[in-house]
């Protein structure tokens, strides 16, 4: 199984400014992962695909990158609506597994 | 967009089978894609417990393996799971949610609690 470690658990960010999220694969995904937003109470809502592929609809404000073992979720000029958590997800083999999550909260 | 909706029972008892259903909406199952459950215990990560293509093929998490079934209704355009034996871990939000052939997630539905206790 792979196992998927998030960086940092929480992050302190003010409006406006950038939030950059780490995700660590334990052996190599390739380029498929994918990461989630969720908000209390909500489902997960699909953010980026292939590493680097924003879903539709997703504001360009969201940039993925990475390949292999190491991957980042940019978020420029966060927004009131982008405190919320996020999961990346690798689907380079089975199981299908997701990071532990980190809380992106208003600094 | 692909909507889907759960349903099924808030509380189960201890040793007893969690059953659930996916109902989809604005897609019709038998075309393609794959369908997924996935959990989230209370203030905790997500875990991918299963999925089923159309066809009725299906890939499950070893850690659940042996507990987990995962079907597929065409004509009631609808998926399901049924988890037995369960017991207090299994306490968690579910949910459905489709996937592409790659195995990442694009649509899901709201979720819903099931509760394992006497």
């Known amino acids: 199984e792979i196992v998927m470690t998030q960086s940092p658990a929480t992050l302190s960010v003010s409006p406006g400014e950038r939030a950059t999220l780490s995700c660590r694969a334990s052996?190599?995904?390739?380029?498929?992962l994918a990461w989630y937003q969720q908000k209390p109470g909500q489902a997960p809502r699909l953010l980026i695909y292939v590493a680097s592929t924003r879903a539709i609809g997703i504001p360009a404000r969201f940039s993925g990158s990475g390949s292999g073992t190491e991957f980042t979720l940019t978020i420029n000029s966060l927004q009131s609506e982008d405190f919320a958590f996020y999961y990346c997800?690798?689907?380079?083999?089975?199981?299908?597994?997701f990071g532990g999550g980190t809380k992106v909260e208003i600094k | 967009q692909v909507q889907l909706q759960e349903s099924g029972p808030g509380l189960v008892k201890p040793s007893e089978t969690l059953s659930l259903t996916c109902t989809v909406s604005d897609y019709s199952i038998s075309s393609g894609y794959y369908w997924g459950w996935i959990r989230q215990p209370p203030g905790k990560g997500l875990e991918w417990i299963g999925s089923?293509?159309?066809?009725?093929?299906?890939y499950y998490n070893p850690s659940l393996k042996s507990r987990v079934t995962i079907s597929v209704d065409t004509s009631k355009n609808h998926f399901s799971l049924r988890l037995s034996s369960v017991t207090a871990a299994d306490t968690a939000v579910y949910y459905c949610a489709s996937s592409t052939p790659e195995d990442y997630f694009d649509y899901w539905g709201q979720g819903t609690l099931v509760t394992v206790s006497s």
């Open positions: 997800q690798q689907y380079n083999s089975w199981p299908l597994t």
């Open positions: 089923v293509y159309h066809s009725g093929s299906t």
């Open positions: 052996q190599s995904v390739n380029s498929n």
